[in-house]
């Protein structure tokens, strides 16, 4: 949709090739169904929360900034306000109605909305677009901007046709990983635990013994594993290493503000006001109650245990675990349940100033399906922006683009 704005604004006659029965179903749900924009983060910012080829969009995103978006949307009648972490909402906090303004600029364009439309291929000759096969017929068009989204969420459309089509014009499609989708677990002690909510923790991914990355903030225990947004920022190394072979493990401290001696202390000072309890009854200032029977095993101490019969080694261990509470992580939910999808058409590929092919004029990427991936908190969507602007204002120079 603003790739078709854009281009249509530019002067080019579009056409916007809808497969669904209507257009921004994935665009409804971003958020949480209130739609993160984008992110006020600078450049230079924005990149660093791109680690899929953030580097690969310095010129599209200096060209059309967060403060662009804002302006655009603003400009459609969407008042937008600020939140924690740079990330810019709607103040209606609905993203239908980002849907719908979408839509009155695109019909005050003249752009041609077609739904229920699926396009079949790219129309080449001589490495130049010259058309498209729709529905089992061909139609005529001078460029086409290829932004079918990613294979996350299918239900929403994104069912991974850009990369069949790519892949067959010629184009190198990079492995498909999902990012941002919650981890599964050996252990099936989550079960036990599952919708309980930490916060203020620091998760540290392991791979093959090596820390690889680190988030303090909110994750949540479920019935397969862990979710949450620590969890998520951390599942595309956490994808990765897990696709190279690697054992993955994800370890939780639940008492990051502490050093081991200061929680030591603190946990003998517990003991000491708890002195004839039993250790189940004599934690529960410590971790929230669902696991305390799970900690407690875990550091190999009796739940029924006095606490004046505790040994300092087994209060040792009770620290330890308390500070390293550790998850062994057997996959990652399927691509289809991430929020974005990591690999797709390769950015070696891709000018990165134009979004034109470099294999075919005339054709034009934007949004999940190239290779580009962020982290939650309005990049994605900000990349995706930017890329159908750019391909949008080059796709125009030509007489006619068909937008897909």
Known sequence: MMAAIRAAECGAQVVLLEKMSRVGKKLS????????LTNIADVPDMIENIPGNGKFLTSVLTAFTSVDTINFFEGLGIATKLERGGRVFPTSDDASQV?????RRMKELGVELRTNTRLSDVLVNNKRVVGVEIN??????????????GASYP????TGDGYTIAKRLG????KLLPSLVPLETEEDFVRDVQGLSLKNVRATLISDGEPIGEEFGEMLFTHFGVSGPIVLTLSRKAAFALEE??????????KPALSAE????????????YINKTAKNAVTELMPSKLIPIVLDLAFIDEEKKINSVTAAERTRLVETLQDFRLTISKTRPISEAIVTSGGVSTKEINPTTMQSKIIDGLYFAGEVVDVDGFTGGYNLQAAFAMA???????AHRSEAFIV
């Open 245 to 254: 072979g690697k054992f993955v493990e994800l370890s939780i401290n639940l």
């Open 99 to 103: 849907v719908e303004a979408l839509m």
């Open 262 to 273: 200061q929680l030591d202390a603190r946990v003998l000072r517990d003991f000491e006001k």
């Open 29 to 36: 749900i971003t958020g949480k169904g209130r739609c993160n």
């Open 136 to 149: 089992n017929r061909s139609e005529r068009c001078d460029a086409v901007i290829l932004s079918t989204g």
């Open 389 to 395: 602007v750019a391909a949008a204002e080059h796709a």
């Open 171 to 174: 184009h190198t499609i990079v």
């Open 155 to 158: 239900a929403t459309g994104s």
